[in-house]
């Protein structure tokens, strides 16, 4: 059986404001769901259909689980689930866009290229769509979002230059980063 050591607790607790019983209940229904303490990419894509309806959202469902899985072992275990709750609920602003960046590095090497920009504005598009149907064709998206997140003008973006045209008010970028956040509220 698993079992959430005191210093998780305590830590868990702490990170997500939560009291200890209140983790403590959330681990138990968390293991009730998922006996082996593991969310498989299956059981997160049904739990993303309960909570986003939307269509077009499943495309972005293995783009938000990496955003979970933080040490890419393909499963989401509950210090991983809690962490990222917390930070979507509470977190300061640079800590969801922190999280939000891991959304749009898609290979996980800490920097987000043009070909991860045109992927994800892809996936996104549908809902962006939705949204607004004048929003402009999605390559023009990706090129506009990649050029003011692109600050020093590298090719790649870091997530300090992520975080930086998000929070300085840059259209595009504020845009995609809101819609990332639209899956969570």
């Given amino acids: ?37 593991k969310l498989k990419p299956k059981d997160f894509r049904e739990m993303m259909a309960k909570a986003v309806p939307k269509k077009d959202a499943n495309k972005m469902e293995k783009h938000v689980f990496r955003m979970y899985d933080s040490d890419q072992d393909g499963f989401i275990d509950f210090t991983e689930f809690m962490l990222v709750f917390h930070i979507m609920n509470d977190g300061s602003v640079e800590e969801v866009l922190s999280k939000i960046f891991c959304v749009f590095d898609v290979n996980s090497d800490g920097t987000i290229s043009m070909k991860e920009m045109n992927k994800l504005v892809k996936d996104m598009y549908g809902l962006l ?5 004048n929003i402009a064709d999605k390559n023009l998206i990706a090129k506009t979002a990649f050029a003011e997140m692109d600050k020093d003008g590298n090719g790649k973006i870091t997530e300090a230059e992520f975080i ?22």
């Fill in 1 to 37: 059986k698993l079992l959430l050591r005191e210093e998780d607790v305590a830590a868990l607790s702490k990170s997500s404001g939560l009291e200890a019983a209140q983790v403590k209940e959330s681990f138990d229904a968390f293991i009730a769901e998922h006996p082996n303490g």
């Fill in 129 to 133: 769509k939705t949204e607004d149907p």
């Fill in 164 to 185: 930086g045209a998000c929070l300085g008010q840059k259209d595009i970028s504020k845009m995609l980063a809101l819609k990332i956040v639209d899956l969570f509220v």
